[in-house]
């Protein structure tokens, strides 16, 4: 097995394309993104067509900047990782298809990355890294679930949203209020100026003997509030504060009675809503409280970014693994 000191990471899943440098498996030489959201954001949420162009158009020169950035020249890459599933199909297959391009014009090895590992990976590229085992939330615009993390490459699902994911509710009721879209940092920037206590809208399946999670209900709640206190401009802040609160309250509760049930000492969280400052907030207090670690990537290692991929990628390289050029995109394929 060779030594894998420069992996080159891609994502293209969703709406944004990413390229990154890693170092050992720690340092990060680079990490570029090119959004599209303002692509999107005319349509209200993300179409798969648009995607798929806008990666094409954007991989390769972010590719080169990457390298750059990175100070390195291309041919000193030593294994070239894909975000490989799962994701919008077309999307998924420009980087899949891009990054064989790139390991076989080098002769490196390939690997191909599931997003939700890379996520769950994500807070190791931080300087305090979480030690395994550790309990992992994803919360992003696709998923919402636990997972005990033992080790790279070794997951078992906890629970998962019986409907809509946490960034899910966030888009969609920054609609319903005309905020646009994507709509959680929106939400969470007004919610900083209003009053959390203002309105008590439902927090799901809390009494219940589950972990699972569900968030249509409170969608449909606060479309219901909407409806019948036609609100003004001065009220969204209290309403932002309040949906937040019912969000991040149940995440919150539900991992604390993971990781006492699971025994699990520390917690790592992930994805785009685990950029919400409510989130964070709430989890370093209530994790201090029950004697659980917790772990917060920063912001920018929270939503999708190529870093985490390299640093997934990484570690199973280190493990022996590698995909040949027949690896192909699995949109449909979930962390089990
Ligand atoms: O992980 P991510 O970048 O992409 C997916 O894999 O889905 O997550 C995107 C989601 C969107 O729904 C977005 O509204 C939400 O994360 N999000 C936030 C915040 N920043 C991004 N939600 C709440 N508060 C934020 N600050
Ligand atoms: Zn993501």
Not at 28 to 35: G, K, Q, R, T, V
Not at 77 to 92: M, N, S, W
Not at 162 to 169: I, L, M, N, T, Y
Request: with cysteine; proline share 4%; hydrophobic share 45%.
């Amino acid at each position: 097995m060779g030594s894998f000191s420069l992996v080159l990471g891609i994502e293209s899943s969703c709406d944004e394309t990413a390229c990154a440098v890693l170092k050992d498996g720690t340092e990060m030489l680079s990490s570029e993104i090119a959004s599209q959201v303002e692509e999107h954001a005319r349509f209200g949420g993300v179409v798969p067509e648009v995607a798929s162009r806008q990666h094409l158009m954007a991989l390769f020169p972010l590719v080169r900047r990457a390298v750059k950035n990175a100070g390195i020249k291309l041919e000193d890459i030593d294994a070239i990782a894909v975000t490989r599933a799962p994701g919008l199909v077309g999307a998924l297959l420009v980087g899949v298809s891009g990054a064989k391009a790139l390991a076989y014009a080098l002769k490196k090895p390939l690997i191909g990355v599931n997003h939700l590992e890379a996520h769950l990976m994500a807070a190791r590229l931080e300087d305090k890294k979480p030690e395994f085992p550790y309990l992992g939330l994803i919360v992003s615009g696709g998923h919402t679930a636990l997972y005990n993390v033992k080790g790279p490459g070794e997951f078992t699902l906890i629970s998962n949203t019986r409907d809509d994911a946490a960034g899910e509710a966030y888009d969609k009721v920054a609609k319903m209020m005309g905020l646009g879209y994507p709509g959680g940092i929106v939400i969470d920037k007004l919610a900083a100026k209003g009053n959390k206590k203002a309105i008590h809208f439902p927090r799901a399946m809390m009494h219940k003997n589950t972990l699972d999670f569900s968030f249509s209900g409170l969608k449909t709640a606060v479309r219901q509030y909407l409806d019948e206190n036609m609100p003004g401009e001065d009220d969204l802040p209290d309403i932002c504060a309040s949906f937040q609160e019912a969000v991040a309250e149940v995440l919150v509760k539900k991992a604390v009675k993971a990781a006492r049930q699971y025994q699990l000492k520390r917690w790592v969280l992930a994805g785009g809503v685990a950029a919400n400052s409510r989130l964070r907030e709430l989890s370093l207090e209530t994790g201090k409280n029950n004697g659980i670690e917790v772990f917060l990537p920063k912001p920018e290692f929270c939503t999708d970014n190529a870093a985490m991929i390299a640093i997934a990628a990484y570690q199973r390289l280190k493990l022996g693994q590698s995909h040949d050029l027949r690896m192909n995109a699995a949109a449909n394929e979930s962390l089990f």
